[in-house]
């Protein structure tokens, strides 16, 4: 079993924005892979599913970005799972847009949510970082994190999440190489 979580902030003032993109993420493979109605749990909400053979579980925090690891480590312990078997879905400011990453471990670079989960978890937890791009300036970062993304960024979202979706199955298998380069494929303009 693999505990899969996106981070993002509760509510629909919070629903567009690019601090949301871990929670959309989950929304999409739910959605996709036809997982069951999400129920309240953990502090927050869960839906279950299978992707393959592999029994994923989605969690959505709903404690609010800065204090997602707790929603985290209560699945965590109620699942009796170790840290390798999650996997958080979020926001990075260090990556061009609609460009997809996975890495293992790491720093939170100023994240509260991986700050967050850092602290309830520990580190070594895979991440899916998905790209929303750097405003230029650090005095500009808070309100383009919490600013909803643009109309015309909208199709190129909805690709994305479809990508994320679609390729979920290499992430299910742990093939993050195989994952990546898919997503990749499929977000490359037609020739």
Known sequence: MQLWAG??????????????????????????????????????????????????????????????????????????LETSDVTVFHDELDLAPFKVKVKTGGGAAGHNGLRSTDQHIGQDYRRVRIGIGHPGHKDRVHGYVLGNYAKAEIEDLSD???????EADWLAKKDDVRFMNDVALRMQPPA
Do not use: C
Request: charge should be positive; avoid cysteine; aromatic fraction near 8%.
């Open 7 to 80: 981070l993002g902030n509760p509510g629909p003032r919070h629903a567009m924005q690019r601090h949301n993109v871990g929670f959309m993420a989950v929304d999409a493979i739910a959605e996709v892979h036809d997982f069951s109605p999400a129920k309240k749990q953990f502090q927050g909400w869960t839906q279950e599913g299978r992707i393959g053979s592999e029994k994923i579980v989605l969690l959505k925090p709903a404690t609010f970005m800065n204090d997602s690891g707790r929603s985290i480590r209560a699945a965590l312990d109620f699942y009796k």
């Open 160 to 166: 994305l999440l479809g990508a994320i979706a679609a």
